[in-house]
């Protein structure tokens, strides 16, 4: 590898890597390029010909801003006497300068970088006779992304601010302002500061990054509430998301270091192992059908340790198919107390609120050749719960084909003695129910022993024209029993 130093006549030599470390422990300009990696891969240069080439002399330039943060404008003069014609190379990365299928020389004398690293800036000039001279520096531009932090906050006003992203950032110092007028600067040594407040109401507080040489970086600000008692983390979501998993979705405004725990049935709360610290977050949990799991969150620090957070818990659906309804069946929830409401969609569409004494229902209403699918959700204080979806083959008696079953697509009740009646026929040994209704799902007919057809009149009155709709129960000879739903046209 090799390193650059600015020489006195303003070029670049080679020199040594012990020499460097001597160099280092007096120049925190030093200290800057070797703490990043990217600067300090920046500095190799193959094929270096800033000097030391045959014929070419030393030339000199003034830079002005060598150090600063993105986007930065450095601006370069030529300080050697009598040379002229002078051009530069703003990102010399080594080989013949002259070379104009690499390099593009420019006679402006300001640049601006818009990504960070280290450059090498080049100035080709001519002396007074005519001989080619070269001179290089190099100028450090610094990414100035904003720090993040946290902000632990503990009773009677008492903070502890540490920085997260350092390891991205790097920054030699950061600036903190509590937003109570108070400063204070921490370095890269000492990555938290603790502050007592003499007041509880919200504070905005401010972290600014500092690189060392240039003092430029980004900038983040946050309001923090000192009320401990309001700042509890919350497990908003908990959905099932097949046999085996379910996913939390947890908020987590001030992000505390929080602790996963989970309870068994009626058993005590263990925890998981896992450890959550962002503001929003979601985790995936492993989970058993038969079994109930509940989870909340406690705080790892010690000083809101009582902080914990609702509980939320697993719930499930069942689904009992039977010949000509399904069953659903909810299972009670572990708390009920905290259940504010519950419903029951199917395929995607609200269909049944459930309570406490009502964990049961029948579904006769199914599309042939379809599934239907049912799930659970449940709102509690503060938070909601999703079951397992459970999706189920239609009752078959809705689907059998009825075979030596006749039902008339239309009919005209004009009394001229051709089809005035809807009438259903079938097998002698079966039993026909049927129930019509018109298209607001109000029944206008239903057949017994002594009416066995509907005449097309409402309470002795003509039925408008229009579409019925109908519903033939049908019991056969071995006591199955098949359902058929339909429509049909009263025409007059």
């Known amino acids: 590898m090799q390193f650059w130093e600015k020489s006195y006549s303003g070029s670049v030599s080679l020199f040594q890597p012990l020499l460097l470390l001597k160099k280092a422990k007096r120049s925190s300009l030093f200290c800057l390029f070797l703490g990043s990696t990217a600067l300090a891969s920046a500095q190799q240069i193959a094929d270096n010909q800033c000097d030391n080439q045959p014929g070419v002399g030393s030339g000199g330039m003034r830079i002005t801003d060598p150090v600063g943060c993105i986007p930065q404008t450095v601006k370069v003069a030529n300080n050697q006497i009598g040379s002229t014609k002078s051009r530069y190379i703003y990102d010399y990365k080594g080989g013949n300068p002259n070379n104009s299928q690499v390099y593009k020389t420019d006679t402006v004398t300001s640049f601006t970088y818009t990504k960070p690293g ?5 100035q080709l000039s001519e002396s007074a006779f005519g001989q080619p001279l070269r001179s290089c520096q190099r100028v450090t531009i610094q990414d100035p992304i904003p720090p993040t932090f946290r902000v632990l906050p503990c009773e009677n006003g008492k903070v502890t601010l540490t920085i997260s992203n350092h390891d991205l950032t790097q920054y030699e110092e ?7 007028g108070n400063v204070a600067i921490i370095n890269r040594l000492n990555l938290s500061a603790q502050y007592q407040y003499k007041d509880l109401s919200p504070k905005q507080i401010s972290v600014q990054g500092r690189h060392s040489v240039s003092k430029c970086g980004g900038k983040s600000a946050r309001t923090v509430s000192l009320e401990i008692g309001t700042q509890s983390a919350v497990l908003s979501k908990l959905e099932v998301l097949d046999a085996n998993t379910a996913e939390l979705t947890i908020s987590n405004p001030n992000l505390f270091d929080l602790e996963l ?19 929003d977050e979601k985790t995936k949990v492993a989970i058993d059908t038969t079994k109930l799991f509940c989870y909340k969150l406690k705080p790892r620090d010690s000083c809101i340790a009582s902080l914990e957070s609702n509980v939320l818990c697993v719930s499930y659906l069942i689904a009992t198919p039977d010949i ?54 449940l709102e509690t204080r503060n938070g909601t719960v999703l079951s397992n979806t459970v999706c189920i083959d239609p ?42 209704y018109d298209r607001w799902g109000t029944p206008v007919f239903q057949n017994s022993i002594n009416v066995r057809h509907w005449n097309g009149t409402v309470n002795g009155h003509p039925a408008p024209s229009g579409a019925y709709f109908y519903r033939i129960s049908v019991t056969d000879k071995i006591g199955r029993n098949f359902v058929k739903r339909g429509s049909f046209a009263l025409l007059r």
């Open 174 to 180: 950061y600036v903190i302002e509590w937003g109570d």
């Open 395 to 436: 009752p078959p008696a809705l689907c059998v084909t009825l075979t030596n079953v006749y039902v008339p697509d239309a009919f005209t009740p004009n009394g001229d003695g051709v089809n005035d009646f809807f009438e259903v026929k079938g097998e002698a040994t079966s039993e026909i129910q049927v129930l019509i």
């Open 118 to 122: 280290l450059y090498i800036i080049m």
């Open 261 to 279: 725990y989970r309870q068994d049935g009626a058993g005590q709360f263990q925890t998981t192992g896992k450890v959550l610290k962002n503001a």
């Open 324 to 377: 000509s309804h399904n069953t659903i069946a909810v299972e009670p929830y572990r708390y009920p107390s905290e259940i504010t409401k519950m419903r029951v969609f199917r395929n995607n569409s609200p269909w049944w609120t459930p309570n406490f004494t009502d964990l049961f229902r029948e579904d006769n209403q199914a599309e042939c050749g379809k599934k239907t699918c049912y799930r659970l959700q």
